[in-house]
Every structure is written in C-alpha cells, then in structure tokens.
C-alpha cells in the first residue's frame, strides 16, 4: 500500500526496508509490484533467540509460530497495483 500512494506521486520504489518480517507474506506480496523487501530479522529468527535465552516459554514460540503459519496474506495480482503516475 505504501510503495503505490508513494508511485501515484512519481516515486520510483525498489527497496523497502524493515525491522522484523513476520513471515506472512509481504515479501511475497510486493515483490510482484518491483520491491525487494530487505529484513534484519525474521520472526522466527527472533522467537528462537528469545527460546534460547529463556525469554519464552517454549509454548508461547509454539503458539507464535502456529499463529504466523496460519496467517500468510495472499501476494497482491498484478492488475491490483497502482500505476506510475506519468510524467507529463
């Protein structure tokens, strides 16, 4: 949503950048617009550090990871993404 407000103002998006990818999809979900999602961390990287210095309880990392797995989004159709805005 934010790379085509920012396309419908004439702005070329290649990259986005973010702190933690939850791993539902949005990688998946811009690429098909030209954006590479760039990530320090995936959610799962994370829960297992967390796991591993005794932050969670292995139950809650069983929970976060159900949660994500079942809440993938669906990447965006093409015919769905917002045109350039022309230069005219």
């Given at each position: 949503?934010?790379?085509?407000?920012?396309?419908?103002?004439?702005?070329?998006?290649?990259?986005?950048?973010?702190l933690?990818?939850?791993?539902q999809?949005?990688p998946?979900?811009?690429?098909?617009?030209?954006?590479?999602?760039?990530?320090?961390?995936?959610?799962?990287?994370?829960?297992?550090?967390?796991?591993?210095?005794?932050?969670?309880?292995?139950?809650?990392?069983?929970?976060?990871?159900?949660?994500?797995?079942?809440?993938?989004?669906?990447?965006?159709?093409?015919?769905?993404?917002?045109?350039?805005?022309?230069?005219?």
């Amino acid at each position: 949503e934010t790379s085509a407000s920012l396309r419908l103002e004439g702005l070329v998006i290649t990259d986005a950048v973010v702190l933690l990818d939850r791993e539902q999809g949005g990688p998946e979900r811009i690429q098909g617009d030209g954006v590479k999602l760039r990530a320090a961390l995936t959610v799962t990287k994370f829960i297992h550090v967390l796991e591993k210095l005794k932050k969670l309880d292995a139950e809650t990392c069983a929970k976060v990871r159900e949660f994500v797995a079942a809440n993938r989004f669906a990447p965006i159709a093409p015919e769905k993404m917002a045109p350039a805005k022309s230069a005219a």
